[in-house]
């Protein structure tokens, strides 16, 4: 029987959902013992991550949130990435106010004018540099491999890498001066602290390389300007042509302006694929099972084969080493995370590479198998468990144009050479992009019964 208490039970209102709770937070001692030990920001993220796909612990005057879970990178990146913001970028001394750096409307306008440049039908206009660029490190390949002298693999994807993206940009080859020149953006991204914005250790040398990475700049500027006004035929124009035409209409486009997306550009088109690059080649030497399979692959399958297995040795490498391996943020705003509270002006670090590296996402996370690509049913479903361009709004500009020039370099290395190394790096430096440690050191040989070329 019903009795008028039941009656009145029903009518309650549903009980107020619980608020949010604190996130689990690593010991305070565990921060101190691992900064007392100056071990790599990476091994302290790694104990944090064993609190769970949410974690937090504070660093100096800093509560840092770590995030790895699929659905809250969703969160984060993808569906909130109003709230939780970019804030005084690690490489601010050297980006300035460009694309990566910039914040609300003028980031809005910035990215708009490039994006067109890196659609499907945008790229269409670089193929020839990207393939011009393939060429001529397969041709310092082929001279090595007919020398015998030794060269540094990283060096070689460093040298291609940038001169890709100096094509795209300018509409030049780039020669030694310029190549010189812009190794200073080494010097300074290598003094850049994973974390944080924080004043260079040696001030006066990246005051230099900043004066000189200015000048390079202005040189560029000076003679993409002149061009334009004798005129250049489309397909001899770069960005930085089209960063000038803007120019004319849109005041915001000052020198400094187009000096700051002209680093930008290299900065973030360089860096990121020649050290994927190294990875993928010191992978494969690694596992040489792999390679044997992979090479057997790049000479004698279809082209559909090729591209594929290609495309997987790409993915698998930015599984294990994503370049850019923390992408930092600042929580403009009090929010609720998986039921969890984010205080505003918390720090909050999204790492794909402990994302990458779950076992619960990838089973044996720590192989090297490319085949997780390739077979059906092997890769996990759940969106945010890849992420090595990033994801949302503020994703990687150039994913399809690196990914272009990746897939034509290595179609022309991997079936016909193969690399006898010296030395090699056996540690990785996380700095702002993750990289292996060390000289690449190798021979170069023209694997035996080259696949013919084409038309042959
Ligand atoms: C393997 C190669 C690359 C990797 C792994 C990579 C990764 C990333 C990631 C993770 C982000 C997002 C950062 C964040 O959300 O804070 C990003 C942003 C960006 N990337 Fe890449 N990138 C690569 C190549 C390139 C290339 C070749 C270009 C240009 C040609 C490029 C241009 C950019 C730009 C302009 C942004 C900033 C976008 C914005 O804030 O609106 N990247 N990249």
């Not at 840092?64 to 569906?79: A, D, F, Y």
């Not at 540094?152 to 094509?167: E, K, P, S």
């Not at 600042?330 to 794909?352: I, K, R």
């Not at 990033?390 to 991997?414: D, I, N, W, Y």
């Amino acid at each position: 029987m019903t009795t008028a208490a039941d009656r009145l039970a029903g009518q309650r209102p549903p009980s107020p959902p619980q608020g949010p709770t604190a996130l689990p937070e690593l010991p305070p001692e565990v921060v101190a013992e691992w900064q007392a030990s100056g071990g790599p920001l990476v091994e302290l993220l790694t104990r944090a991550r064993e609190l769970g796909p949410l974690s937090a612990f504070t660093l100096g005057p800093r509560r840092t949130v770590l995030v790895t879970g699929p659905e809250q990178v969703q969160h984060v990146l993808g569906q909130h990435n109003d709230g939780y913001v970019k804030q005084s970028h690690r490489a601010g001394v050297l980006l300035g106010d460009g694309v990566i750096s910039a914040a609300g409307e003028p980031w809005r306008q910035q990215r708009k004018l490039l994006q067109s440049q890196f659609t499907q039908i945008g790229l269409r206009r670089w193929e020839q540099r990207i393939a011009d660029a393939a060429r001529r490190t397969e041709r310092r390949w082929a001279e090595l491999a007919r020398t015998g002298e030794a060269t540094d693999v990283a060096g070689d994807m460093q040298f291609f890498a940038l001169d890709t993206i100096w094509r795209t940009l300018t509409g030049l080859p780039l020669d030694e001066r310029t190549h010189h020149e812009l190794d200073n953006i080494n010097v300074v991204v290598a003094t850049l602290s994973a974390l944080t914005a924080t004043a260079p250790a040696d001030s006066a040398r990246v005051e230099q390389a900043l004066a000189q990475i200015d000048a390079t700049c202005a040189r560029a500027i000076t003679t993409a300007r002149e061009q334009s006004r004798d005129g250049l035929a489309p397909e001899q124009t770069g960005l930085l042509h089209l960063l000038l035409e803007a120019a004319r209409t849109r005041p915001e486009y000052t020198d400094r302006l187009i000096r700051d997306e002209l680093v930008n550009l290299l900065v973030a088109g360089h860096e990121t694929t020649a050290k994927t690059l190294a990875w993928l080649f010191l992978r494969l030497e690694q596992n040489p099972e792999v390679r044997t399979r992979a090479v057997a692959v790049c000479r004698s399958g279809s082209e559909t084969e090729r591209r594929e297995m290609i495309n997987a040795l790409i993915n698998e490498t930015l599984r294990l080493h994503p370049a850019v391996w923390l992408i930092p943020r600042h929580a403009a705003v009090d929010d609720t995370l998986d039921g969890f509270h984010v205080e505003a002006g918390s720090h909050v670090l999204v790492c794909p590479y402990l994302t990458h590296r779950d076992p619960e996402l990838w089973p044996a996370p720590e192989q090297f198998d490319p085949w997780r690509f390739i077979e059906p049913g092997r890769r996990p479903t759940r969106q945010g468990s890849f992420y090595p361009f990033g994801l949302g709004a503020r994703a990687c500009l150039g994913q399809q144009f690196s990914f272009r020039e990746m897939v034509a370099l290595l179609e022309l290395l991997l079936p016909s050479y193969g690399l006898l190394y010296r030395e090699l790096p056996s540690s990785t430096f996380f700095g702002v992009v993750m990289c292996p440690d060390g000289p690449m050191r190798a021979e170069v040989r023209g694997l035996s019964d080259p696949p013919p070329t084409p038309g042959e």
